[in-house]
């Protein structure tokens, strides 16, 4: 994620520190695989939950298509080939005379060209364009899959000979071929088919998580927005565990000669157990 964008970096501690709290919350069991599948579960809920606090929303669903394909490949169930057509397509694939756009008359040559170079992908995907061009039945029933508001429902769109043929995955790598526009439901519906519904609904935001996640060593930091501030709910958690009033929360707005007031305040709530709020930090 961190190719994404450099504010989403994990240290290995915090990894660390997330697995162990899997440990402590998942539920008991005197059976080792039983036990087993709870931290498991538990973990990867909890990993879920905390990274996607950290990730503005249009990555979401990219995290949770890349942790849904690293627990594919864990499990020797993902093929790293078509996982990465899926992200980056077939690239520059060279024109073929031999090889025409059977359909020219709704597809663009670039888009042909993905067509092609999928047929080249593996085994799975031989023949897509002799077919393509040489199948009239094939050809309407893809322009029929093209022309579909849901083509991610392979079932009732997807021509049968290709829906037969193909995995979930492999699905996907014909679906950003003729429709790209329809992936984020697609990517939406295999992931909620992987690993479960709870990877693909975000977690609201609820400042009550982060705190019990935090500690004396471990702040909670806001990187904000232009216009948003999230002093009224900060304001709701303090009354709610009853550290509301100056002499249980000190806030103060970072500035010009402020830094030594600041680390004063953070000395006296090292020694006080209350807490502090510095704002506008750069």
Not at 253 to 264: D, E, I, K, M, T
Request: glycine share 4%; aromatic share 12%.
């Amino acid at each position: 994620m961190g190719n994404i964008d450099p504010m989403y970096q994990y240290s290995l501690d915090w990894f660390l520190n997330l697995f162990m709290r899997a440990i402590d919350v998942a539920p008991q069991s005197d059976n080792k695989k039983s036990r087993t599948e709870s931290i498991n579960t538990e973990f990867k809920r909890s990993l879920y939950r905390n990274v996607c606090r950290s990730l503005f929303a249009k990555d979401k669903l990219l995290f949770s298509f890349m942790l849904c394909a690293r627990i594919l490949q864990g499990s020797d169930n993902l093929n790293f080939k078509e996982f990465r057509f899926i992200l980056t397509g077939a690239g520059l694939v060279k024109d073929d005379p031999s090889k025409p756009n059977p359909f020219n008359d709704w597809m663009d040559d670039k888009t042909w060209g993905e067509i092609r170079g999928l047929s080249m992908l593996n085994e799975a995907f031989n023949n897509l364009d002799v077919d393509c061009m040489k199948d009239k039945k094939l050809q309407k029933d893809f322009k029929a899959f093209y022309d579909s508001s849901k083509p991610y429902q392979f079932d009732k769109y997807l021509p049968m000979k290709w829906n037969k043929r193909l995995n979930d995955l492999q699905k996907l790598c014909l679906l950003r071929c003729f429709r790209m526009d329809a992936m984020i439901p697609a990517i939406q519906k295999f992931v909620s088919n992987t690993i479960g519904e709870f990877f693909v609904r975000p977690p609201p935001f609820d400042l009550d998580g982060p705190f019990k996640d935090s500690n004396s060593v471990t702040p909670i930091i806001f990187i904000l927005s232009s216009g948003s501030d999230p002093m009224n709910e900060l304001l709701k958690l303090a009354k709610k565990y009853d550290m509301n009033g100056k002499d249980k929360m000190f806030s103060i707005s970072l500035g010009q000669g402020q830094g030594p007031v600041a680390n004063a305040a953070i000395e006296e709530a090292v020694d006080k157990g209350t807490w502090v709020v510095l704002q506008n930090c750069h």
